[in-house]
């Protein structure tokens, strides 16, 4: 079993900043990739950013200059830092990752419950 939980939601007004944590814990060999996506109402789940074992990060289009992913390989984390909030990003946002369970030699496509973040005009 694998658990993912989001933190750091919640209601700010435009051109603030939030911070969001997720933590992996449960039967865990190994973290690969780690992501942030989002979901608005009425709209298709969309890649936010994401973060490999070595760092390496990609974002959104929409995101960047703004947003910055980071993790601790150590605890099994992963943070999104958002600066600069508009209200189009006003979303409910999951953490995904690719996890390899012990003694298994497969990677479990793991999601988080969800945290929703509110940007008021």
């Known amino acids: 079993q694998v658990q993912l939980v989001e933190s750091g939601g919640g209601l700010v007004q435009a051109g603030g900043s939030l911070r969001l944590s997720c933590a992996a814990s449960?039967?865990?060999?190994?973290?690969?990739?780690m992501g942030w996506y989002r979901q608005a109402p009425g709209k298709q789940r969309e890649l936010v950013a994401r973060?490999?074992?070595?760092?390496?990060?990609n974002y959104a289009d929409s995101v960047k200059g703004r947003f910055t992913i980071s993790r601790d390989n150590a605890k099994n984390m992963a943070y999104l830092l958002m600066n600069s909030l508009k209200p189009e990003d006003t979303a409910v946002y999951y953490c995904?990752?690719?996890?390899?369970?012990?003694?298994?030699?497969?990677?479990?496509?793991?999601w988080g419950q969800g945290t929703q973040v509110t940007v008021s005009p």
């Open positions: 995904n990752a690719g996890v390899v369970p012990i003694l298994r030699d497969f990677v479990l496509d793991s």
């Open positions: 449960g039967n865990i060999f190994r973290v690969n990739t």
């Open positions: 973060i490999a074992s070595d760092g390496t990060t």
